[in-house]
């Protein structure tokens, strides 16, 4: 019956985690799978403290407002320039007698991973997920020494280091750690809270698909070929043609996406969030074939307009782009020409798509929680039920020479 005391908690202990990032969409997927699928698995309450410099971090209301941060902030954060050693040393001091960083269990660090480097002498466990290139935010020189440093981080077994993509998995398995493994943990992104609309499953009636010039709205990211004019030139005079092409801003919401039949990507990086948010909304992706990409950066587009201060398809190796996301995940669509794209639009049922989609990405999330489970259950080690953080050393000598060997 009801009869209990009603004091038993339903987990076993809390783990503090502190996260501090300049892209908050990284960090706030780890959020979600920890504290949403983890920490029920775990029997452990997850309390965060995170603290985003990002300058859209209202999306996920995590902004430092209140100037919780001491030493590190929007101006030295990214890059610790100008004397990084000095800002650690300083950051360490400031932090050493702190109340919340002494109740830290994990810190997690994504975008940029090398704000770890403030991390390492609190004697705490750090989960490093690398969202883009490892050396983002630091200066050639200093990227060597981060590169030491996260070596360092990934030999200690309370330790994790993983990559949410494979060009980076691999690229720093080759590159910067070829001793230690690196894996794919690509986001979930169920922080988005939503997923698209579909006619053969009306689950989210509140998402319903916007209207343009009397036909279905698509969205295209970035309009380089001038294909937005062009294709509405046809559509509007092919009466069975469905769709209105309109230019997604920089600025919207995750159920504005969600109600579009498909969106048109533009890559400017191997990896980036919009592309994994839309496909874990269901959301129909559409991407040009690699050699376009190689066309628009010699200033050729589709159309015959010149492109300019497009170097994605020069600056980035051949050999590495069979390994982007949207050449791995399935169910992406690809074109190489204006005729292409309009057979694309015209013949495929995005509402079939986007339910093979929704099947992938539901096997996916078993995966990645299981995959996380394990992380966090090896950052916590033996201490999962105890009751105390290990303890911060007493100085910055100390801790460097006891922690990873240097002084």
Not at 18 to 41: C, M, Q, S, Y
């Given at each position: 019956?009801?009869?209990?005391?009603?004091?038993?908690?339903?987990?076993?202990?809390?783990?503090?985690v502190?996260?501090?990032d300049?892209?908050?969409a990284?960090?706030e997927d780890?959020?979600?799978v920890?504290?949403?699928?983890?920490g029920?698995?775990?029997g452990?309450?997850?309390?965060?403290h995170?603290?985003?410099?990002?300058?859209?971090?209202?999306?996920?209301g995590?902004?430092?407002?209140?100037?919780?941060?001491?030493?590190?902030?929007?101006?030295?954060g990214?890059?610790?320039?100008p004397?990084?050693h000095?800002?650690?040393?300083?950051?360490?001091e400031?932090?050493?007698?702190?109340a919340?960083?002494?109740?830290?269990?994990?810190?997690?660090?994504?975008?940029?991973?090398?704000m770890?480097?403030f991390?390492m002498?609190?004697?705490?466990?750090?989960g490093?997920?690398?969202?883009v290139?490892p050396g983002a935010?630091r200066?050639?020189g200093?990227?060597?020494?981060?590169?030491?440093?996260l070596?360092l981080?990934s030999?200690?077994?309370r330790?994790?280091?993983c990559?949410?993509?494979?060009?980076?998995?691999?690229?720093?398995q080759h590159?910067?750690?070829?001793?230690?493994?690196?894996?794919?943990?690509?986001?979930?992104?169920?922080?988005?809270?939503?997923?698209?609309?579909?006619?053969?499953?009306?689950?989210?009636?509140?998402?319903v698909p916007?209207?343009?010039?009397?036909?279905?709205?698509?969205?295209?990211k970035?309009?380089?070929?001038?294909?937005?004019?062009?294709?509405?030139?046809?559509?509007?005079a092919?009466?069975?043609y469905?769709y209105?092409?309109?230019r997604?801003?920089?600025?919207?919401?995750?159920?504005?996406l969600a109600?579009m039949?498909a969106?048109i990507l533009?890559?400017?990086?191997?990896s980036?969030m919009?592309?994994?948010?839309?496909?874990?909304?269901n959301?129909?992706?559409i991407?040009?074939?690699?050699?376009?990409?190689?066309?628009w950066?010699?200033?050729?587009s589709?159309s015959?307009?010149?492109?300019a201060?497009?170097?994605?398809?020069t600056?980035?190796p051949?050999?590495?782009?069979?390994?982007?996301?949207?050449?791995?995940?399935?169910?992406v669509?690809?074109?190489?020409?204006?005729?292409e794209?309009?057979?694309?639009?015209?013949h495929?049922?995005f509402?079939k798509?986007?339910?093979?989609?929704?099947?992938?990405?539901r096997?996916q999330l078993?995966?990645?929680?299981?995959?996380?489970?394990?992380y966090?259950n090896?950052?916590?080690?033996p201490r999962?039920s105890?009751?105390?953080?290990r303890?911060?050393?007493?100085?910055?000598?100390?801790?460097?020479?006891?922690?990873?060997?240097r002084?």
């Amino acid at each position: 019956g009801f009869t209990g005391a009603g004091t038993q908690r339903c987990y076993d202990r809390l783990v503090a985690v502190l996260a501090w990032d300049f892209h908050p969409a990284p960090i706030e997927d780890i959020k979600t799978v920890w504290t949403r699928r983890g920490g029920p698995r775990l029997g452990v309450h997850f309390v965060w403290h995170d603290y985003s410099l990002a300058a859209y971090c209202g999306y996920t209301g995590t902004c430092d407002k209140k100037h919780q941060l001491k030493v590190v902030n929007w101006d030295n954060g990214w890059s610790a320039c100008p004397y990084p050693h000095q800002l650690r040393r300083q950051c360490f001091e400031e932090y050493q007698d702190d109340a919340m960083m002494k109740s830290m269990d994990i810190f997690v660090c994504a975008r940029p991973t090398a704000m770890c480097q403030f991390c390492m002498p609190f004697n705490k466990s750090m989960g490093v997920q690398l969202p883009v290139h490892p050396g983002a935010g630091r200066t050639a020189g200093h990227a060597t020494e981060w590169y030491t440093d996260l070596r360092l981080i990934s030999a200690d077994p309370r330790n994790v280091v993983c990559a949410n993509n494979l060009v980076d998995v691999v690229w720093t398995q080759h590159a910067v750690m070829p001793e230690r493994p690196v894996d794919y943990v690509p986001n979930y992104c169920g922080y988005t809270g939503v997923k698209r609309w579909h006619r053969k499953r009306r689950r989210w009636k509140d998402i319903v698909p916007l209207r343009c010039a009397g036909k279905k709205c698509l969205f295209l990211k970035d309009d380089l070929s001038g294909l937005i004019s062009m294709f509405n030139e046809r559509s509007a005079a092919d009466l069975d043609y469905p769709y209105t092409i309109v230019r997604l801003q920089s600025s919207f919401e995750y159920s504005l996406l969600a109600s579009m039949p498909a969106v048109i990507l533009i890559p400017h990086g191997y990896s980036f969030m919009l592309f994994m948010e839309l496909y874990r909304m269901n959301v129909p992706i559409i991407v040009p074939r690699d050699y376009v990409f190689r066309d628009w950066a010699k200033g050729r587009s589709l159309s015959g307009r010149h492109v300019a201060n497009y170097t994605f398809g020069t600056a980035f190796p051949r050999t590495m782009m069979n390994l982007t996301d949207w050449n791995t995940w399935p169910y992406v669509r690809r074109f190489g020409s204006i005729d292409e794209l309009w057979h694309i639009l015209k013949h495929t049922d995005f509402d079939k798509v986007s339910l093979q989609m929704a099947r992938w990405n539901r096997r996916q999330l078993l995966g990645l929680t299981d995959q996380w489970v394990s992380y966090v259950n090896r950052m916590l080690g033996p201490r999962v039920s105890a009751s105390t953080p290990r303890r911060i050393p007493a100085s910055y000598e100390a801790a460097y020479g006891a922690l990873y060997n240097r002084s």
